[in-house]
C-alpha cells in the first residue's frame, strides 16, 4: 500500500511536468491536491469512499487516487514521462532550475539527469542557452556540488534522533545499539544504522515502519529493514542473533576502513572475521563480544571514535591507544554568551546550570568591541558586567565566574579592543567574524598576528567552517599550530553542532604543538549541552586530559592563566 506521501509526490510530480507545458490550471489543481494528501492524519485508504468531500479532490483525481490504491501506480504519469523521459525530482533539487528551465536544458541539449546536467555545465554548453549565460552556468555547477555534498546530516541532528528512535526500539527487543559513523561520533552522518537482538522480529520491524515521521519504507525484512524518515535521513534496522552480536556491532559500527585492516590482521593469524563472528577453521572462536574479537586479535580494544584507521589499530597492536578525555573529566565551559549580549539568559541561570552539570568554573565570554555586532559591549559594558560577576562570585562560591570576551579579529589580525582593557581579563576568545574570502596567506597571517597578542587566550572557532554552509577560510594549519606554540595560545574546539571546530583531524595535528579547550559557545541554557559534541571531536581527535585546558581543577586553571603567555606551553 502506497503512502500518503508516495501518493503526494506523483501528483507534485504531474503537476511539475504540466508547468512544463504551461497548464497552469490543472497544476494548481494537482499541487493543491497533494498538499491535501500530504497532511491527511491517516492513511489515505481510510477515505477511500469519500475521497471527493476532501478540499481540493474532485472526481478526476479521485479515480487517480483509486488506481494508485489499486493497482501501485498512475497510467497517466506514466504517459507524461513517456513524453519526456528527465529526472524532474531529482533536478529540481538542483537550486534555481524550475520546470520551465527543465524543460529547455531537455530539448536543446538532451539532460535527463543531475549527472547530464553536471557534464553539460563543465563542457561549457550551458551558457548559450537563451536565457541561461555563464553566470547562471557557474551557480548550476555550486548548486549541484552543495546538492551533492549536502545529503550528509549534522552529528548534532542525527544523535538526538538516534537516541530517540534506540530507545523506542528496546521496549520490543533484547538489545539495541547505535552502530555506524553515529556510534563513531562523526561530526557528519550519511544515514543511520541500528542493531537489535530480538526474539519477535517481525514485531520490532513492524514497530520500526510504523514508526512517526517514517516518510518511506525502503526494504523490508525480518534481518533488515531500511526506512526514510520526513527529513529524508535513511535508517537502517538489522537484527541478528546474541551469539554474534559482537562481531555485528563491530563490522556495523566500522569504518569500512578500520574493518578491512582487521580482517587482514585476523587473516595473518589464520582466522576469519566476519560480521557473524571470528572463525579459525569452522570454529566460531569468538564474536559474542567487541571485546573478545579485539583481544582474540592480539588488540587493545578500540574506542568506537578512534575506528577510521588512522594509526589506531598499530598503536592497539603495541598497547599504545591514548585515554581518551570523556564527558565526566570536563570541568568547565569558557566561552558562553549571556543576556548581556546576544545570548538569551542571565549569568545567574548559566551559572546555576553549570553548577548542575559538576563543573567547577565558567567563563562568560559576551561579544566585546568595536564591531557592533551581536549586541557587542564596549567598555562601560564590561565594568557594568564584572559587578555582577563579583557579586555572584560571593554568592555562589567555590564555584567561579571568570571574566572573559570575545573579540574579533580584524583584516589585519588586530583585536579591536585596547589592551589596557584586555588584561583586566581572565579570559579572551578572539575569533574572526568577517573577511572570511581571504588568500591562504591572508588568513593564516591574519590569525597569526591575532595570537602574537599577549592577553589573548584562544582562538575561537579557528576555521570558520559551518557544516553544510560553507567550508572555512584557507588556512595553514601547520602554521597555526606552531605559531599556537610559539605564542602560548590555545585552540578551540568549538562545540556547536553547526561548527564542531576545530574537527577531529584538526584537533590530532594540533595536540602535536599545542593545547586545546572545548567549549560550547552557548547562546542559552541548553546549548550547555553541546559539550558532548566537542568532546566527541576531541575523543576522534586522540586528545586526553592532560590536552585540554577545561579538564583542569580550578586552581590549576587559575595557576595556568596567571602565568604569562609565552611560558604557558614550555
Ligand atoms: P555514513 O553512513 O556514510 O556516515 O558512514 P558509516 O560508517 O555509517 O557507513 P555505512 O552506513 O555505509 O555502513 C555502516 C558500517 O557497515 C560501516 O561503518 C562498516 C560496515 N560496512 C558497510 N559496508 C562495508 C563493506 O563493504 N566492507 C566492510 N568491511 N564493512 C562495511
Ligand atoms: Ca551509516
Ligand atoms: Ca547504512
Ligand atoms: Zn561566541
Given at each position: 500500500?502506497?503512502?500518503?506521501?508516495?501518493?503526494?509526490?506523483?501528483?507534485?510530480?504531474?503537476?511539475?511536468?504540466?508547468?512544463?507545458?504551461?497548464?497552469?490550471?490543472?497544476?494548481?489543481?494537482?499541487?493543491?491536491?497533494?498538499?491535501?494528501?500530504?497532511?491527511?492524519?491517516?492513511?489515505?485508504?481510510?477515505?477511500?469512499?469519500?475521497?471527493?468531500?476532501?478540499?481540493?479532490?474532485?472526481?478526476?483525481?479521485?479515480?487517480?487516487?483509486?488506481?494508485?490504491?489499486?493497482?501501485?501506480?498512475?497510467?497517466?504519469?506514466?504517459?507524461?514521462?513517456?513524453?519526456?523521459?528527465?529526472?524532474?525530482?531529482?533536478?529540481?533539487?538542483?537550486?534555481?532550475?524550475?520546470?520551465?528551465?527543465?524543460?529547455?536544458?531537455?530539448?536543446?541539449?538532451?539532460?535527463?539527469?543531475?549527472?547530464d546536467l553536471k557534464k553539460a555545465a563543465e563542457q561549457g554548453k550551458i551558457r548559450n542557452l537563451e536565457g541561461f549565460g555563464a553566470k547562471t552556468e557557474q551557480d548550476i555547477l555550486e548548486a549541484i556540488k552543495f546538492a551533492q555534498g549536502a545529503t550528509r546530516f549534522s552529528?548534532?541532528?542525527?544523535?538526538?534522533?538516534?537516541?530517540?528512535?534506540?530507545?523506542?526500539?528496546?521496549?520490543?527487543?533484547?538489545?539495541?545499539?547505535?552502530?555506524?559513523?553515529?556510534?563513531?561520533?562523526?561530526?557528519?552522518?550519511?544515514?543511520?544504522?541500528?542493531?537489535a537482538i530480538s526474539t519477535e522480529p517481525q514485531k520490532l520491524m513492524d514497530v520500526f515502519t510504523r514508526l512517526p515521521g517514517v516518510a518511506k519504507v525502503l526494504l523490508r525484512g525480518l534481518t533488515k529493514t531500511s526506512i526514510i524518515l520526513r527529513n529524508g535521513l535513511q535508517v537502517d534496522l538489522r537484527v541478528v542473533g546474541r551469539e554474534s552480536y559482537g562481531s555485528a556491532l563491530q563490522y556495523f559500527t566500522g569504518s569500512k576502513q578500520h574493518n578491512v585492516k582487521l580482517r587482514t590482521i585476523a587473516k595473518g593469524k589464520g582466522m576469519k572475521l566476519s560480521e557473524y563472528g571470528l572463525f579459525k577453521g569452522d570454529e566460531r572462536i569468538g564474536g559474542g563480544s567487541e571485546e573478545e574479537i579485539y583481544k582474540a586479535l592480539g588488540l587493545e580494544f578500540v574506542p568506537p571514535e578512534l575506528r577510521e584507521d588512522r594509526g589506531e589499530i598499530e598503536a592497539a597492536q603495541q598497547g599504545k591507544l591514548p585515554k581518551l578525555v570523556c564527558l565526566e573529566d570536563i570541568k568547565g565551559d569558557l566561552h558562553i554568551h549571556s543576556d548581556w549580549s546576544d545570548g538569551r539568559d542571565s549569568i545567574r541561570r548559566?551559572?546555576?546550570?553549570?553548577?548542575?552539570?559538576?563543573?567547577?568554573?565558567?567563563?562568560?565570554?559576551?561579544?566585546?568591541?568595536?564591531?557592533?555586532?551581536?549586541?557587542?559591549?564596549?567598555?562601560?559594558?564590561?565594568?557594568?558586567?564584572?559587578?555582577?560577576?563579583?557579586?555572584?562570585?560571593?554568592?555562589?562560591?567555590?564555584?567561579r565566574i571568570l571574566k572573559g570576551a570575545e573579540v574579533n579579529i580584524d583584516k589585519k589580525g588586530n583585536i579591536d579592543l585596547p589592551e589596557d582593557v584586555l588584561k583586566q581579563l581572565d579570559i579572551v576568545v578572539a575569533s574572526i567574524h568577517f573577511g572570511f574570502k581571504g588568500s591562504e596567506e591572508e588568513m593564516t597571517k591574519r590569525i597569526c598576528k591575532a595570537m602574537e597578542n599577549p592577553y589573548v587566550t584562544c582562538i575561537g572557532h579557528p576555521t570558520g567552517r559551518m557544516i553544510g554552509i560553507r567550508p572555512g577560510y584557507a588556512l595553514a594549519m601547520e602554521r597555526v599550530f606552531e605559531k599556537a606554540r610559539a605564542t602560548?595560545?590555545?585552540?578551540?574546539?568549538?562545540?556547536?553542532?553547526?561548527?564542531?571546530?576545530?574537527?577531529?583531524?584538526?584537533?590530532?595535528?594540533?595536540?602535536?604543538?599545542?593545547?586545546?579547550?572545548?567549549?560550547?559557545?552557548?547562546?542559552?541554557?541548553?546549548?550547555l549541552g553541546f559539550i558532548r559534541y566537542g568532546v566527541a571531536m576531541a575523543r576522534r581527535g586522540w586528545c586526553t586530559k592532560a590536552n585540554l585546558l577545561n579538564t583542569y581543577t580550578l586552581k590549576d586553571l587559575l595557576s595556568f592563566l596567571k602565568t604569562p603567555k609565552k611560558k604557558r606551553l614550555s
Open positions: 500500500m502506497p503512502s500518503n506521501k508516495e501518493i503526494a509526490d506523483i501528483f507534485y510530480e504531474i503537476a511539475d511536468r504540466l508547468e512544463m507545458e504551461d497548464e497552469r490550471f490543472k497544476v494548481r489543481a494537482y499541487r493543491r491536491a497533494a498538499e491535501t494528501i500530504e497532511s491527511l492524519p491517516k492513511g489515505i485508504e481510510v477515505y477511500k469512499d469519500n475521497l471527493t468531500q476532501l478540499p481540493g479532490i474532485g472526481e478526476a483525481i479521485a479515480k487517480k487516487i483509486k488506481e494508485i490504491l489499486e493497482t501501485g501506480k498512475l497510467g497517466y504519469l506514466e504517459k507524461l514521462r513517456r513524453q519526456m523521459p528527465v529526472d524532474i525530482q531529482g533536478l529540481r533539487r538542483i537550486e534555481g532550475l524550475g520546470p520551465k528551465k527543465i524543460k529547455v536544458l531537455w530539448e536543446k541539449l538532451g539532460i535527463r539527469n543531475v549527472e552529528l548534532g541532528l542525527v544523535l538526538p534522533l538516534a537516541e530517540q528512535l534506540a530507545s523506542e526500539l528496546s521496549k520490543y527487543a533484547e538489545r539495541v545499539d547505535i552502530c555506524g559513523s553515529v556510534r563513531r561520533m562523526k561530526d557528519t552522518i550519511g544515514d543511520l544504522d541500528i542493531l548559566l551559572a546555576q546550570k553549570c553548577i548542575e552539570l559538576g563543573y567547577e568554573y565558567m567563563g562568560v565570554c559576551d561579544h566585546v568591541g568595536r564591531l557592533r555586532i551581536a549586541g557587542a559591549l564596549d567598555y562601560n559594558g564590561l565594568r557594568e558586567q564584572w559587578k555582577e560577576i563579583d557579586q555572584l562570585n560571593k554568592e555562589l562560591a567555590p564555584f602560548g595560545t590555545l585552540l578551540e574546539i568549538n562545540s556547536h553542532p553547526a561548527r564542531l571546530d576545530l574537527n577531529d583531524v584538526h584537533a590530532k595535528g594540533a595536540i602535536e604543538h599545542t593545547m586545546l579547550v572545548i567549549n560550547t559557545d552557548a547562546h542559552a541554557l541548553e546549548h
